[in-house]
C-alpha cells in the first residue's frame, strides 16, 4: 500500500480562518498582508475561499459594475509613462476634443438602461472651469448614479459637480509612494492625496485605486493598500497593466493567479470597501475572470475603457449570472 501524502494544508486552513475573522473585525495588519504576500501558490485557494467569505459577509451576491465614457482624449501634458493618452508617450489613438453635452447624456442613458452606474473621464491633469461647466451642466440632466473623474480639482469645482447631481469621484493614486516617481514626474502623489481629501470633503464618495503589473514590488503593493485604508476610500479600482505600443512600461509577466492574489489581499484588509477589477481583466484573466469575485472583488468595469476594449456589457452579465451573481441598481439613483 501506498504511504499517505501529508496533509500540508491544514495549518493554511487555520490561517485562511484566522485572515477571514481578522478581516471581519476590520483587524488586518500590515504582518497579516505578508502572510498573504507569501502565501504558497499551490494553495491560493483556501486564500481566495476566505476572501470570498469577506466579500459575500458585506455584500452577499450582489455586485456593482460601472460604465465609463471618454469625454476627452489625448493630448496630455503629464508624462505617466503607462498611459496612451500622454504626449510624452508615442501610443497611436484616436485624440478627440470634449465631447459634446448631447453624446455625455445619450451615453448616461445608456448606462442607465443596462443598470450601471456612469463615470465621465477626461484626459490632462485638470478639465479646464469652463468644461467643468460644460460637464456639469450635461450631466445635471441626467438620471442614474453618475461619477466623475476630471483631474487635480479645487473645492469650489468639486462644489459644481455635487450640484450637478455626481456622487462619487475617481482619482487613482496608481501606485506606492514610493514607486510613484517611477511612472510620473510630472506631478506628484501628494497631489493626487490632496485630490482625494478634497473631494471626499465636497461630500462625494472616492473612486481610488491604481494599476499593478509596472513593475513594482510587493512591498509597493503592500504599502498603496495602507495608504488607501488611511483615506478610507469608498471604492478601490484594481487595474491589471495592459501594455499598449509606444508607452514606456513593459507588459507584465504575473500569472492569473498572482493578480487575483492582490485582489484577496485588497479585500482583506478593505473589508467592506467595494472592490472593482478593471483595465486588463480580459486580458491578463482570461478564462479565469469568473475567480476574480472568488478571490474578493464586487464589482468591475463594463464595456470599454479608456482607450482600450473591454468585454461587453452583454458577455459580462452572462458571466455574473453563470456566477450566481447580481447587479447592483442604479437606474433610479
Request: aromatic share 6%; with cysteine; net charge neutral.
Amino acid at each position: 500500500m501506498a504511504t499517505p501524502t501529508p496533509d500540508t494544508s491544514a495549518p493554511l486552513f487555520a490561517q485562511a480562518r484566522q485572515l477571514h475573522d481578522k478581516a471581519l473585525s476590520n483587524a488586518i495588519t500590515e504582518t497579516d498582508l505578508d502572510t498573504i504576500i507569501a502565501w504558497p501558490a499551490n494553495q491560493l485557494s483556501l486564500l481566495f475561499a476566505a476572501a470570498d467569505q469577506v466579500r459575500r459577509h458585506y455584500f452577499t451576491d450582489t455586485v456593482d459594475p460601472c460604465a465609463l465614457m471618454n469625454i476627452k482624449a489625448g493630448g496630455c501634458s503629464e508624462n505617466c509613462a503607462f498611459c496612451s493618452q500622454s504626449s510624452h508617450n508615442h501610443a497611436s489613438i484616436t485624440v478627440h476634443p470634449l465631447a459634446k453635452p448631447w453624446e455625455i447624456v445619450d451615453k448616461c442613458r445608456e448606462a442607465t438602461r443596462q443598470n450601471l452606474s456612469f463615470c465621465v473621464v477626461s484626459s490632462g491633469k485638470r478639465l479646464p472651469r469652463a468644461e467643468i461647466n460644460q460637464v456639469a451642466d450635461a450631466l445635471a440632466t441626467c438620471h442614474g448614479e453618475k461619477h466623475a473623474s476630471l483631474g487635480l480639482l479645487d473645492d469650489e469645482e468639486f462644489a459644481m459637480l455635487v450640484q450637478a447631481g455626481v456622487v462619487c469621484y475617481n482619482h487613482n493614486i496608481e501606485s506606492s509612494r514610493n514607486y510613484f516617481p517611477h511612472i510620473c514626474t510630472t506631478h506628484t502623489f501628494d497631489q493626487r492625496i490632496d485630490t482625494v481629501k478634497r473631494a471626499k470633503a465636497a461630500g462625494l464618495r472616492v473612486c481610488c485605486g491604481g494599476i499593478f503589473g509596472m513593475g513594482e514590488s510587493w512591498d509597493d503593493r503592500k504599502s498603496m493598500c495602507l495608504d488607501l485604508r488611511a483615506l478610507n476610500v469608498d471604492t478601490i479600482p484594481i487595474n491589471f497593466l495592459n501594455a499598449v505600443p509606444g508607452t514606456r512600461v513593459a507588459a507584465p509577466t504575473e500569472s492569473p493567479l498572482e493578480f487575483l492574489r492582490i485582489v484577496s489581499m485588497f479585500r482583506m484588509a478593505h473589508p467592506n470597501k467595494t472592490i472593482k477589477v478593471c483595465g486588463g481583466r480580459e486580458l491578463h484573466l482570461g478564462k479565469l475572470q469568473g475567480m476574480m469575485f472568488f478571490a474578493g472583488a464586487n464589482g468591475y468595469v463594463a464595456g470599454d475603457y479608456l482607450t482600450t476594449k473591454g468585454d461587453s456589457v452583454e458577455s459580462d452579465d452572462r458571466m455574473i449570472a453563470s456566477l450566481g451573481l447580481i447587479k447592483a441598481g442604479h437606474a433610479s439613483a
